[in-house]
């Protein structure tokens, strides 16, 4: 079966503009995730949709981070504007409801 | 809030020793505890995971052992190879609702 997938792989940007990232989960994965991994540590759960409803974004900077999903398939995370901080990978992830999860390759941000 | 504590931050064993790696997780409601390895460039995979109802599991040569009294869980590597260095996070959920992970564990194994 075919991974997550994610697009871009890499994105460099300046501050204060804008960047969105795009997930196509598993086929079939209700669960959606949203992490930021900076480097050098775990990875933080940004946002989790379960079909195309919200169930977590408490640590999601609402200010500049969205994200949506729509149809419950495919999702995009957007900043604006992004801020130094922000560079990190953003990573996705997919699952049932067994708990465990599946990752893409992540898309690499560096803010200039 | 809930948090995943993980040591230590690096490891480093001869292939063929034995390598573990220990986490402590705060909230007494999780109940899923899985660990991923990742590579350089890619995103985390499992490799191992454990619920609450079983206090340790083996799989070939990766095991895994939870105390839920002390919230307590560590990852067992054995016989090391050098295809194992790579960075481990362990994590901890409510049936997979809001998965915490640790801050990663980078493990090298010498030839």
């Known amino acids: 079966e075919a991974g997550v997938a994610q697009s871009p792989r890499y994105k460099i940007i300046e501050k204060r503009q804008s960047v969105a990232f795009w997930c196509n989960p598993i086929?079939?994965?209700?669960?959606l995730y949203w992490y930021q991994q900076i480097l050098g540590q775990g990875p933080k759960l940004l946002i989790q949709?379960?079909?195309?409803?919200?169930?977590?974004d408490s640590q999601l900077p609402k200010d500049r981070f969205s994200a949506e999903r729509l149809k419950g398939v495919d999702s995009t995370l957007k900043i604006q504007p992004a801020k130094l901080e922000d560079s990190a990978v953003y990573l996705c992830?997919?699952?049932?409801?067994?708990?465990?999860?599946?990752f893409g390759e992540g898309s690499r941000l560096t803010v200039l | 809030g809930e948090n995943v504590e993980q040591h230590p931050s690096t490891l480093s064993v001869q292939e063929g020793d034995s390598a573990v790696i220990k986490c402590t997780y705060s909230d007494s409601a999780s109940n899923y505890f899985p660990w991923y390895k990742q590579e350089l460039g890619k995103g985390p995979q499992l490799i191992i995971d454990i619920r609450s109802n079983v206090g340790e599991k083996k799989d070939q040569r990766i095991a895994v052992t939870l105390n839920k009294t002390a919230k307590h869980f560590s990852l067992h590597i054995t016989e090391t190879q050098p295809e194992d260095s790579a960075v481990y996070f362990c994590?901890?959920?409510?049936?997979?609702?809001?998965?915490?992970f640790g801050a990663g564990t980078r493990l090298f194994v010498k030839a």
């Open positions: 992830a997919s699952s049932r409801l067994t708990g465990e999860l599946f």
């Open positions: 086929s079939g994965h209700a669960t």
């Open positions: 994590a901890a959920s409510k049936g997979g609702f809001k998965t915490i």
């Open positions: 949709f379960q079909n195309n409803g919200v169930v977590d």
